[in-house]
């Protein structure tokens, strides 16, 4: 559905794609197409010949579209969030998150990988190097730490370089803590998290991951997360007890 042509910056090519979302109202792939320093859009319908350049000149990690069609992207080489309206192409967006120099302060963040922006257009972020996950209400000029924050480590407390982000409806914060290989459930107000899946060690094992980077639940609330140096998608069903 996108690429497939090999290793290069032409229109029809990819380098190290990183993250992809659907616009279902366009009926395309928007992609962080990051070796290539750039967000591109290509349509499903009609692939080879209806693609696009969005985003230019960035060092594009994670995005995410809301409701009303705009466009978030994290920029970890500026260390912030930003935000294009839906229509706007081009430009160097607005900052939304960030963009304060890189550093540890409640207005910086430091190489920012993930987002999950929620229907206020409030933004929640996987601060990398940080190890924590960042909240940042709408116009707010500082984040607050709503996961990690305690320095790296394995502690229910702690994260260790923190990747994908998926916020439920009730505000609980679901992030694969990448290099403790676990996926962490941090509920609404909690100085702690509690492993959903993995937490056993690195390794290929079933209940195991390695290196995890991206998540998603369907509608039964399955669990599916890209197990990164495994090379696989695991697929974890919810336990009714």
Known sequence: VAGGNGL???????????????????????????GNRRVVRWALQNPNDDKEILIENISCQGLMMNENGDLFVCDRENHAVKRWRKGEKGGKGTIVAGGNGCGNQLNQLNGPTYIFVDREETIYVSDFWNNRVMKWYKGASEGIIVAGGQGEGNSLNQLSSP??????????????????????????????????????????????????????????????????????????????N
């Open 163 to 240: 990747m994908g982000l998926v916020v439920n409806e009730v505000g609980d914060i679901y992030v694969a803590d990448s290099d403790n290989h676990r996926i962490m459930c941090w509920p609404l107000g909690s100085k702690e998290g509690r492993i959903v899946v993995g937490g056993n060690g690195e390794g290929k094992g079933s209940n195991q991951l390695d290196g995890p980077i991206g998540l998603s639940f369907d509608v039964e609330n399955n669990l599916y997360v890209a197990d990164q140096w495994n090379r696989r998608i695991q697929r974890f069903g919810i336990d009714r």
């Open 8 to 34: 290069g910056n032409r229109i029809d090519q990819l380098n190290w794609p990183t993250d992809v979302i659907l616009d279902e109202k366009k009926k395309s792939l928007i992609i962080c197409d990051q």
